[in-house]
């Protein structure tokens, strides 16, 4: 698929066939995702790859946006490492940047996706936290619900001049 | 481009030939940027295309990373917009989504780039407030630097197994 494509034709996607998705598809997705910049190339993340169906169904029961989890092939928790940054904060983009190019890759290669808010919500940093034993310098940032899509979505269009300025404000 | 090759081939782009990127350039940049996720579809973001020369010369005086600037064609600066979210927080990683979107179609579109960091650092964040005229709610996020590559680097290759965890930590 087209770099363009891939961007301008990403949805988040919350439905599912139940078709399973290879090691090697999930390997790609972490590629990409170890691909992002971050600041003075700090490389402040590490994923947790869910694909047992008991942890799973343990999110919904403290993220409230997170049922479709139910039908997903597998989750990715993506997590902060404070002590791979300098304490200066950049590594909530550094991990953001991550999530995005995992989402862009699982459009390229036929996947769908969702991304699915934690950090800075205390209630649901602490859940996931105890949920996959993360030790005390590593964030959950959010989580990202994988699977092959069972619904599609025409690009969101969501460009808006009003946004744009010219040399200031 | 391919979206994958896109995504795994970026890296920060800091030298520029000076030959002018057009308006549709920058639009479809733009068009990228919009198309990224956000935390209840809110697109709490704004972007500020700096081509002034002036302008553009300034920022170097008071951000330490931003030399490459009298080079580049022009810069994006990604805002935050503080009365389009709900008080969550998450706008910074909207906005990092966004940023990340226009560094792969840079990539996609034949040009260079690299992200600038400037908000949380409270120094950026008041020295690209006063430059560019923001009003109070309006979050300086990040600059772009942008322009046609000058320099050729090969792909970053950060893909680290070690950072990968299975089920839990």
């Known amino acids: 698929m087209e770099a363009m494509e ?3 034709g ?3 996607i919350r439905k599912y066939t139940g078709e ?3 090691d090697d598809q999930v390997k790609r997705l972490l590629e990409a995702a170890m691909a992002a910049p971050s600041a003075h190339n700090r490389q402040p993340w590490h994923y947790v790859v869910i694909r047992d169906k008991v ?3 343990e999110i919904p029961k403290f993220h409230n946006y997170s049922k479709m989890l139910e039908q997903a092939a597998l989750a990715i928790v993506v997590c902060g490492d404070l002590d791979l940054e300098a304490g200066t904060g950049f590594w909530v983009q550094d991990c953001a940047a991550s999530t ?3 989402l862009l890759a699982a459009k390229a290669t036929g996947l769908g996706a969702v991304w699915l808010g934690a950090y800075p919500n205390g209630g649901l940093v602490k859940g996931l936290k105890a949920l996959l ?3 005390e310098k590593i964030v959950p940032f959010c989580i990202i619900s994988v699977g092959h899509p069972s619904e599609e979505k025409t690009p969101g269009n969501r460009y808006d001049e009003k946004r744009v300025h010219k040399n200031k404000w």
Do not use: H, W
């Open 6 to 8: 891939a961007i301008l």
């Open 133 to 135: 034993k993360l030790p």
């Open 10 to 12: 990403r949805r988040s």
């Open 20 to 22: 399973p998705v290879s």
């Open 100 to 102: 995005q190019n995992i």
């Open 55 to 57: 942890t799973l169904l």
